[in-house]
């Protein structure tokens, strides 16, 4: 434990209980939980292996009042090199557990896209097929409305079931949070935002919506987007996905591109030369390395071209 760290042992047995003693970790590197392969040590991580494990949890630090990080599948983070302080829920494949009851698949928030697109398609159900590639966890996805090819997870997603954070209290102290289950119209999807973002909720247990189809079609169609994104992202290497946000009026990548940053680099992060819209881990990148780069693509593409890039990776922890 690191001497700066926020949680107490009396904490970490109360995690424990909650979620199980085999569920909580301690000192564990984020690099192991972020598609980045980068990020220093969280001091506590805490895997629920059901949501009363989470919900639990999520309460130990509440009522404690100790920062707590959600992290699903780290695919559009970038952690700190000296890692995250107090806890983190890690929603991942200790809750991933998905469901097919008739024309809906229920997913556990740690589930990832792909598989539940593939079960999908193996009970002739589709819509998630534009979505399959995108390497979110479900929780992620209806965090950031995770989106590709012209579709999107709140256009899917019939309900969700969400903890709501409880209300800091007069004394100081924060109460409870609570589980909820809200319907695609209350959760206010749209370009890469969500009621789930805005109001700090924490995703649980999605339901989408899809339509029957033959098998064979679905994955023609899952076959087709997966060839589209070999073909021009760079996924041979460690990134967070696309970088920035799409301006409007503009593509991030071609911008980039414009400004003549492709393959340009900062330590081991570099814009990568298949496509200008990703930075990428070339091998051994630090935080502060892919943090400088983004900061100088920014600077690049305002001086030259009058325009705000907005990253779409979010940087957390300790920095």
């Known amino acids: 434990m690191h001497e700066y760290s926020e949680v107490s042992d009396e904490i970490i047995c109360a995690l424990g209980a909650a979620a199980g003693e085999d569920a909580v970790l301690i000192a564990e590197p984020m690099s192991a939980h972020t598609t980045f392969k980068i990020g220093g040590p969280a001091d506590v991580v805490v895997e629920p292996r059901a949501i009363e494990g989470v919900v639990g949890a999520l309460n130990v630090c509440a009522i ?10 780290g695919s559009d983070l970038l952690v700190s090199d000296r890692g995250i302080r107090g806890v983190v829920v890690l929603l991942g494949k200790n809750y991933s557990n998905v469901r097919v009851e008739g024309t809906r698949v229920v997913a556990q928030a740690g589930a990832l896209l792909r598989d539940v697109a593939l079960a999908a398609a193996e009970a002739g159900l589709s819509g998630l097929e534009p979505l399959w590639g995108i390497p979110a966890s479900v929780g992620g996805a209806c965090h950031q409305n995770a989106g590709a090819y012209d579709g999107t997870t709140g256009e899917l997603i019939e309900s ?9 209290l007069p004394d100081g102290s924060r109460e409870k949070g609570a589980v909820r289950t809200f ?7 749209g370009y890469r935002k969500s009621r789930v973002a805005s109001e700090g909720l924490v995703a649980l247990e999605a339901t989408f919506a899809l339509m029957p189809d033959m098998e064979a079609s679905i994955r023609g169609r899952m076959d087709d987007y997966q060839r589209r994104r070999e073909e021009k992202q760079p996924l041979e290497m460690p990134s967070a996905g696309s970088t920035f946000k799409r301006p409007e009026g503009y593509f991030a990548g071609k911008l980039i591109m414009d400004a003549g940053l492709r393959g340009s680099r900062m330590g081991g992060a570099q814009v990568s030369e ?10 051994g990148a630090s935080a502060t390395d892919v943090s400088a780069l983004i900061e100088h693509i920014q600077d690049e593409v305002r001086s030259q071209f009058g325009v705000e890039l907005e990253p779409e990776v979010h940087r957390i922890g300790d920095w």
């Open 183 to 189: 319907t695609r119209d209350e959760l206010g999807f």
């Open 274 to 283: 298949k496509h200008c819209g990703f930075v990428v881990n070339t091998g």
């Open 160 to 168: 969700l079931t969400a903890y709501v954070p409880g209300r800091d």
């Open 64 to 73: 404690a009042g100790v920062p707590v990080t959600v992290v699903g599948n």
